[in-house]
């Protein structure tokens, strides 16, 4: 048992330390597709071809000097970006690799409780810095979060009552005849849109609205604090990438062309920021509460008499 567990915490950290390396090119990657997007080159100095820009980004950032407002609540100021940044690590922690890792049968309990505690520390980044734009800015992304975490967990409803299960383990074994795509063609594509908004990404990113809030809940951060935000931000965009994969692109994680496919994913986040403009904030809540909400609910009644029509008349 006590090797079983040695073997856990390496894998296990093996695995975040690939996270972090995987965060720092996309990072490169976002910034050179926006850079072809805008008809310029993006990162090409350091380095070759810009490939050491984000080691020296992370560099700068955390040796810059850590500044904080005189009336902030300091605890909970430093708090919530490192709390930020253990949730967004933790999450892949359910993911079902080749090396199993901790593959328990509940993954898809796992990652929705860990993804709506994130929402806390928006909420507490911005309300504990003091200052009126990152208040604002917190709000935004709390009644934003909230709003598209009511559809994204009716959506995936949805496809849990196809498999009978809450393991994302079994996604791949029902998938290998046919892509869920096919099969949940409308439910997929409002996952993609519900995971741009609760990930905070441009067409959503009211959060950060920089014309009018000034960068949003994060605005008072600087230095580490800021770099840990940024970096959550990334990993909850590549975990998206992920669970979309994972529910309707038939995934198989001794193929390498699952990493294919995520890489498709976490690219399509950044080519619709680089293509589509902000959402009106009343029609992001109009899309959430009287689009797709009704309409997940109706699809969450279908699939579940078509699960029981099989099974009734199948088995």
């Known amino acids: 048992m006590f090797n079983d567990l040695i073997l856990l915490l390496m894998s296990t950290l093996i695995l975040f330390i690939c996270i972090l390396i995987s965060v720092a090119f996309f990072t490169l990657m976002e910034r050179k597709i926006l850079g072809y997007i805008h008809i310029r080159k993006g990162p090409n100095k350091v380095g070759m071809i810009g490939l050491l820009q984000p080691f020296s980004d992370a560099l700068k950032l955390f040796t810059k000097e850590q500044t904080y407002p005189h009336m902030s609540n300091l605890n909970l100021y430093y708090m919530c970006p490192i709390l930020s940044m253990f949730l967004a690590l933790l999450m892949w922690v359910c993911i079902p690799f080749s090396s199993i890792l901790l593959n328990f049968n509940l993954s898809v309990l796992f990652f929705l409780g860990l993804s709506s505690l994130g929402v806390y520390c928006v909420m507490l980044a911005g309300w504990s810095s003091n200052s009126n734009y990152a208040m604002l800015g917190s709000l935004r992304s709390v009644a934003q979060s909230i709003s598209y975490e009511v559809s994204l967990v009716l959506i995936l409803i949805s496809f849990l009552f196809m498999?009978?299960?809450?393991?994302?383990?079994?996604?791949?074994?029902?998938?290998?005849?046919?892509?869920?795509?096919?099969?949940?063609?409308?439910?997929?594509?409002?996952?993609?849109?519900?995971?741009?908004?609760?990930?905070?990404?441009?067409?959503?990113?009211?959060?950060?609205?920089?014309?009018?809030?000034?960068?949003?809940?994060?605005?008072?951060?600087?230095?580490?604090?800021?770099?840990?935000?940024?970096?959550?931000?990334?990993?909850?965009?590549?975990?998206?990438?992920?669970?979309?994969?994972?529910?309707?692109?038939?995934?198989?994680?001794?193929?390498f062309m699952f990493f294919i496919k995520i890489t498709f994913m976490a690219f399509f986040w950044v080519w619709v920021r680089g293509t589509l403009p902000r959402y009106r904030y009343d029609k992001l809540m109009y899309l959430s509460w009287k689009t797709y909400l009704p309409i997940s609910l109706n699809m969450v009644l279908f699939y579940f008499s078509l699960s029981v029509f099989t099974l009734f008349f199948f088995s």
């Open 163 to 255: 498999i009978s299960s809450f393991s994302f383990f079994d996604l791949m074994k029902y998938q290998e005849i046919i892509w869920f795509l096919f099969l949940f063609f409308p439910m997929s594509i409002m996952w993609i849109v519900s995971s741009l908004a609760e990930t905070n990404r441009s067409p959503f990113d009211f959060a950060e609205s920089e014309s009018e809030l000034v960068s949003g809940f994060n605005v008072e951060y600087s230095s580490g604090g800021f770099a840990l935000i940024f970096m959550a931000e990334y990993m909850s965009i590549l975990f998206m990438s992920m669970i979309c994969v994972l529910l309707f692109l038939g995934p198989d994680f001794q193929n």
